[in-house]
């Protein structure tokens, strides 16, 4: 605990200067394009007081949770059957190495065309983005654990129940946890680019919403807003990997 503590007094110590870096770049340019960090921050307070803000967050924290959650579960179970599996490998890796390359965002045409413009498009471009990602992730964990690991508990008579909960499932808990951090990112990104069509909520829609009316103090709010739930979401899951994987620290 005390590495993950040290980690974030480096970070809290370096938003100062990035603070600092933006305040300079404001004063070089300016430009009401680039606003002063300063008056951003001032106008956070404001924007957390109106009830609409309320209504962009909810939709946005609602998409991220939904299609990062089903990203986990769909990417764990079939990670895990592919690295356990050796006929479903075969079947599915090559299926996998074909699709894994191809830019899932190309395919919001045809998400939008099969399911419509509604909430559900949304959640399964995050999902059909991050999936990959971590079922890729968990089935190369399972692979790549030495046989003789398996071979020894076996020789000794451990049922393959407890093989699962010994040496799998500690592996699986480690890389799951890796997968969270990079699908925070990841579906983050995938969140702006997603509400900005098809709704009017969701800090993505409030941010361009903001970009077209030349309102640059309220998109800066904006952006700064969504980069914080993705910083505070990647946090969390941090913290739980160190809680639940004591052991890889």
């Excluded at 949770?65 to 599996?85: E, H, P, W």
Aim: net charge positive; proline share 4%; aromatic share 18%.
């Amino acid at each position: 605990m005390q590495n993950l503590k040290n980690k974030y007094y480096g970070i809290f110590i370096a938003l100062p200067i990035l603070t600092l870096f933006w305040f300079m770049l404001f004063l070089m340019l300016d430009s009401k394009i680039v606003q002063s960090p300063f008056d951003v921050f001032a106008q956070i307070p404001v924007f957390l007081s109106n009830k609409e803000t309320y209504i962009h967050l909810y939709f946005s924290l609602t998409r991220i949770f939904l299609g990062i959650l089903f990203s986990i579960l769909i990417g764990t179970f079939f990670g895990v059957l592919m690295g356990l599996n050796k006929k479903f490998d075969n079947i599915f890796t090559p299926i996998l190495y074909l699709t894994y390359p191809v830019p899932k965002l190309s395919l919001l045409p045809i998400v939008v065309l099969t399911l419509g413009i509604g909430e559900i498009s949304k959640i399964v471009m995050i999902v059909l983005i991050i999936v990959f990602q971590i079922i890729t992730s968990i089935r190369s964990a399972i692979i790549n654990i030495p046989p003789n690991n398996f071979h020894f508990l076996k020789v000794i008579g451990v049922s393959k129940l407890k093989v699962f909960y010994v040496v799998i499932l500690p592996i699986i808990a480690k890389q799951i946890f890796v997968s969270l951090k990079i699908a925070v990112g990841t579906g983050i990104s995938v969140l702006f680019f997603t509400e900005n069509f098809g709704t009017k909520y969701g800090l993505g829609y409030y941010i361009m919403d903001c970009f077209q009316m030349a309102n640059y103090l309220n998109m800066y709010t904006g952006i700064v807003i969504l980069s914080s739930i993705g910083f505070i979401l990647f946090v969390f899951v941090d913290f739980l990997e160190h809680y639940f994987t004591p052991w890889s620290y």
